[in-house]
């Protein structure tokens, strides 16, 4: 059965730093690509940042020069840091990631930003 399971999220001032982990319970190079999503209350969830599986990394561009995906393939976590953090950065993150044309989601951890 796969899970990913989420963690790290909490509250920081802007212009702090925050890492999420999400941890999977299979290889994580059994996925094609992961990604990490984030939802504010009252919006669609977005994309924020994707790692392929050769390691190729893509950015929305509102987070550009300020998060870093990245994956630890012994410990099969994706990892999501976060620096330069703002209020519009608030909302639920969730990873995500596709085997073999299913796709997977995690229950997302909460990372709130004050002003």
């Known amino acids: 059965q796969v899970q990913l399971v989420e963690s790290g999220g909490g509250m920081v001032q802007a212009g702090g730093s925050l890492r999420v982990s999400c941890t999977v319970s299979?290889?994580?190079?059994?996925?094609?690509?992961m990604g990490w999503y984030r939802q504010a209350p009252g919006k669609e969830r977005e994309l924020v940042a994707t790692?392929?599986?050769?390691?190729?990394?893509n950015y929305t561009e509102s987070v550009k020069g300020r998060f870093t995906i990245s994956r630890d393939d012994v410990k099969n976590t994706l990892y999501l840091q976060m620096h330069k953090l703002k209020p519009e950065d608030t909302a639920r993150y969730f990873c995500?990631?596709?085997?073999?044309?299913?796709?997977?989601w995690g229950q997302g951890t909460q990372v709130t930003v004050s002003s």
């Open positions: 790692i392929t599986h050769r390691g190729t990394t």
């Open positions: 995500g990631g596709g085997i073999n044309g299913l796709g997977y």
């Open positions: 299979v290889g994580i190079l059994s996925f094609a690509a």
